[in-house]
């Protein structure tokens, strides 16, 4: 049998998702199960070794619009499969998935153009998006029967560059500070970030900063004449994953990085600035603590974050005491 697993949203619903990889496994043991993601997704579960394969999907670039839809739908007809599971649940995505005649298709009952879909199940958005994700298999067994622990896999050091592993601290010695994300209204203010820093380094825990390129601004006021290895802007995927797998402890905003954490089972402060772990996206069985600020009417103000706050005071955001994150960082690791 062969089966298809289709995940093409951001990175951290990627990591998300990474467990119904197992759960598939449990079902069916003998399956050659593949996974189609994005581009950039596709560093995250490609040493999957449960995995046959990983099918990259460049949905907003080479193959975007109506022309790269049918293409890969195309290309996946020919992979014959005989299943494939879609959490993904965008109506291109469903389009897809029927496009491919791909026999016995699985789908979420609230995605776009579900009635493609032979068999669709339903999520329990008030669980953890983790349990939402796996629930895609809930009516071929009990969720209980899943193994719920998020699965990466980071690449040795000899696949890192050397130009970045010789600014690396030592292996679990130091601490990951991630003060960017995608949107605005999830980005604790740089100084509270630059405040953590400096009483880590103070502690002699080294500080490396971790983020996209768009991130480089903000983590450029956070190093600015600190002894810290910003790497912002300069790792792949797959390092980014490394220096996070051989980290002492993690400090971020609700974003990727906050998943990775989980998924390496790294202690993790999580700040929640306009969004709330009760949307199903906090951390998830690893030792943490969210720090968020508290008592203003106005949060959560929407699930994924947006670029403006609505009310234009952010206070989320810029409110949030330093103190705050520091005592949640010597709750959960000895300094």
């Known amino acids: 049998m062969k089966i298809l697993l289709v995940q093409t949203s951001f990175l951290g619903d990627t990591i998300l998702s990474t467990p119904v990889i197992k759960g598939l496994h449990t079902l069916y043991p003998d399956a050659r199960i593949w996974m189609m993601t994005t581009p950039l997704s596709s560093s995250l579960v490609k040493r999957d070794p449960i995995l046959s394969g990983v099918i990259s999907y460049d949905k907003r670039g080479k193959e975007s619009g109506v022309s790269g839809l049918i293409r890969m739908s195309r290309r996946i007809k020919k992979m014959r499969f005989d299943k494939v599971y879609s959490l993904h649940r965008s109506f291109r995505t469903s389009f897809l998935v029927w496009l491919t005649g791909i026999p016995e298709r699985t789908g979420c009952d609230d995605a776009g153009l579900s009635f493609v879909y032979n068999t669709r ?15 895609i298999l809930s009516k071929e067994a009990k969720l209980e029967t899943f193994d719920s622990d998020m699965r990466l ?37 740089w100084q509270g970030f630059r405040s953590v820093a400096e009483f880590l380094l103070s502690k002699d825990i080294p500080v490396v900063l971790l983020g996209a390129s768009s991130d480089k601004r903000v983590c450029s006021s956070v190093s600015k004449g600190l002894p810290i290895a910003d790497v912002s802007g300069e790792t792949t995927i797959s390092e980014a994953m490394y220096i996070m797998k051989h980290a002492k402890l993690s400090v971020c905003n609700d974003s990727m990085s906050l998943h990775m954490s989980s998924a390496f089972k790294i202690p993790t402060v999580a ?23 508290t008592g203003l009417h106005c949060k959560p103000c929407r699930p994924h974050g947006s670029n403006t706050c609505p009310t234009g005071t952010e206070a989320c ?18 300094l």
């Open 121 to 135: 199940t339903k999520r329990d958005f008030s669980t953890h998006d983790v349990i939402r994700n796996l629930s």
């Open 271 to 293: 700040v929640f600035c306009a969004t709330s772990p009760e949307f199903g996206y906090g951390p998830w069985k690893n030792n943490s603590v969210v720090v968020e600020k």
């Open 153 to 189: 896999f980071a690449p040795p050091r000899d696949e890192i560059s050397r130009r970045l592993v010789g600014r690396l601290p030592e292996k679990g010695t130091y601490a990951v500070l991630v003060p960017g994300s995608v949107w605005k209204t999830k980005m604790w203010k």
């Open 317 to 334: 955001m810029n409110d949030l005491s330093p103190d705050n994150v520091i005592n949640a960082v010597t709750s959960i690791v000895e």
